[in-house]
């Protein structure tokens, strides 16, 4: 198995055009409808694969010892054991970068870049996986980092004392698009004020602005495309070494979860981007309101049961 990948993960060299094209700055306004109609319900068309022949064991949930954790920590996972020698935030972040240069080449076929980063054995399945894809398909293997909002490892119960880590990645296509450009609305809007100094002319820049921005296909263009899931096993031998990537997989969210899920998910997704807040504090809210109410239901239902089996007085 070749090393790959320093262990902090720092790919700062071999970044492809075609991913720097695909992360570069975010569209204008006055070409935002073309985008939309450009992408419009593609993603729902990304593919499903697993480099392990298997996509039953694609790991497309947090699980209840995540969903813990972030109730009481705010993250999906607790820092590792110093032993481990594996700062968390620092891998998470290398490694969703290790995400999209892979998938770039796997998309463009460029197998020849994915040498030293991905074990031989992987690469040679995902080659077969290709093969039976489409253009559409293929271009949609690619994971741009800016789009994922969440990242987790799955299994620290069971990683070889940080030496085997399942990384988890969810990710909307065309986020990051939509996050550079509400930003720049939003600054738009403050500038506008900024620079008008009667109150009844404010009102009327503020009404045509926000019902410009209203008019956008922001929200089009964040519906039009469903979450992807994908899944990556980073090996190692030991601390000293180079992580490996030994396994790829890829399952669209439609196929993966129920409709009630996946609205639940990008409405969480929604009002963190439209809000500017982090998705993790969203989500933390979100979970801890459910357990109030699950709460509240037990509550209530022993309530019923003790009045239906309470003696008449």
Not at 104 to 128: M, N, R, T, Y
Not at 140 to 153: M, W
Not at 154 to 181: A, M, Q, W, Y
Not at 236 to 263: F, G, H, Y
Request: charged share 20%; net charge neutral; with cysteine.
């Amino acid at each position: 198995m070749p090393p790959i990948l320093s262990t902090c993960l720092l790919l700062t060299h071999h970044t492809p055009t075609h991913l720097a094209k695909a992360i570069s700055k975010p569209p204008s306004l006055s070409i935002l409808r073309t985008l939309v109609s450009s992408t419009t319900c593609r993603s729902a068309l990304a593919p499903t694969f697993s480099s392990t022949g298997n996509t039953d064991q694609i790991v497309s949930k947090l699980g209840l010892n995540r969903i813990s954790t972030l109730l009481v920590t705010g993250k999906p996972n607790r820092p590792f054991p110093p032993e481990f020698q594996v700062e968390l935030d620092q891998f998470l972040s290398g490694a969703v970068s290790a995400v999209g240069l892979v998938t770039s080449c796997v998309s463009s076929g460029d197998w020849a870049g994915l040498e030293g980063l991905v074990d031989k054995d992987c690469i040679i399945s995902l080659q077969a996986s290709m093969d039976t894809m489409d253009n559409v398909q293929k271009e949609l293997v690619v994971v741009n980092p800016g789009d994922i909002f969440a990242s987790f490892v799955s299994n620290p119960e069971n990683c070889d004392s940080g030496n085997n880590l399942h990384l988890v990645t969810f990710s909307l296509p065309s986020l990051e698009k939509i996050r550079d450009l509400l930003v720049r609305e939003k600054q738009k809007v403050k500038d506008s004020i900024a620079a008008v100094k009667d109150k009844e002319q404010t009102k009327d820049t503020v009404a045509g602005l926000i019902g410009e921005f209203s008019s956008t296909d922001l929200r089009a263009l964040f519906q039009a495309n469903e979450i992807v899931i994908g899944n990556y096993r980073f090996i190692r031998d030991c601390p000293d070494s180079q992580w490996t990537i030994t396994e790829v997989s890829q399952i669209n969210s439609l196929q993966a979860w129920s409709t009630i899920c996946k609205l639940r998910w990008k409405g969480r997704l929604s009002i963190a981007t439209r809000g500017g807040y982090n998705f993790y504090t969203i989500l933390r809210y979100d979970y801890m309101t459910d357990c109030i109410s699950l709460l509240m239901a037990i509550y209530l239902v022993q309530m019923m049961a003790g009045l239906l089996t309470a003696p008449p007085s």
